[in-house]
């Protein structure tokens, strides 16, 4: 059965235990591996059947290298945002199609809360480097996100 987006989104951030982050895993798995072409394909070339996979230990993840020469997204929509990674180990900068900028926000800003607590009652200083060359970078938007969430400048 495909993943209705907006409840399986929901269902992320309601998360509670390991069984239930075990059961979102192999949900996400099973439309990724019938929905994205890139991991359907890496799926097949690695003769890994779907229906074999029944923890998240056992689920193969995509590497990192494929998101420098494939456009890794599931279905078809136009990104908000198209993330660059720095591009500090080759010329050839990876690339992350974000679908809504809402939802990756959500994603970090809920992270920083559960380990952290509420950015506000924080001041955060960050050193990044070529921060002014690389604007697309998602470390970049996190951390710019999470300064004005925390209120100081």
């Known amino acids: 059965m495909p993943v209705d987006h907006s409840n399986f989104i929901e269902g992320v951030f309601r998360i509670q235990n390991a069984s239930e982050f075990e059961s979102m895993a192999l949900e ?28 998240f230990d056992d689920i193969p993840f995509l590497p990192i290298e494929f ?6 997204v599931t279905g078809s929509w136009t990104p908000e945002a198209v993330f660059h990674s720095s591009g500090t180990s080759s010329d050839v900068v990876s690339k992350h199609q ?30 990044l480097p070529n ?14 996100e999470l300064i004005e969430l925390s209120g100081q400048e």
């Open 131 to 144: 921060y002014s060359d690389n604007p697309n970078s998602s470390l970049i938007y996190m951390t710019d």
């Open 67 to 72: 998101f420098k020469s494939h456009q890794v």
């Open 28 to 55: 996400l798995f099973r439309h990724q591996a019938e929905h994205n072409n890139v991991y359907a394909t890496y799926l097949d070339m690695l003769k890994i059947q779907v229906e074999s996979i029944h923890e």
């Open 98 to 127: 974000v679908k809504e900028l809402s939802v990756y926000r959500n994603s970090f800003t809920s992270g920083f809360k559960e380990a952290y607590g509420e950015p506000g009652d924080y001041i955060i200083l960050c050193l």
